[in-house]
């Protein structure tokens, strides 16, 4: 998974666009949080989320921004971040109207530990 996740990042940073390589990013952040990677995985988490929350993303992209961001947080110990990402993450979760947009975020939101 992490092998994975690093080449398709290698990948968007050789053909991609800064969306691209954002979106490498996020999972990049996403399973160094998953394996318990929580330095790192915040400091990708932070990166992308600084583009994210700048262009004005999608509903959808921009609740995973901050499940992500959370889930980062928690894999570092970074309590009060955590809990900020966590409730933002709820509130952009609420906010997706288009119900498979919202079933699939939801599937990332529930790896996230509650503050």
């Not at 954002?22 to 583009?51: D, I, K, N």
């Not at 110990?77 to 809990?83: C, L, S």
Request: aromatic letters at 8%; zero cysteines; a negative charge.
């Amino acid at each position: 998974m992490l092998n994975a996740a690093h080449a398709s990042a290698w990948h968007w940073s050789q053909v991609g666009s800064e969306l691209n390589r954002m979106r490498a990013t996020m999972l990049l952040a996403e399973v160094h949080a998953l394996l318990g990677f929580g330095q790192s995985a915040l400091a990708y988490a932070a990166e992308m989320r600084e583009y994210f929350l700048r262009i004005g993303a999608p509903e959808w992209e921009t609740a995973f921004v901050h499940v992500i961001h959370a889930h980062s947080a928690a894999a570092a110990g970074a309590r009060e971040q955590h809990i900020s990402s966590y409730e933002q993450a709820t509130a952009a979760l609420a906010a997706i109207q288009d119900e498979e947009e919202h079933s699939i975020v939801a599937k990332t939101f529930d790896h996230v530990p509650a503050p």
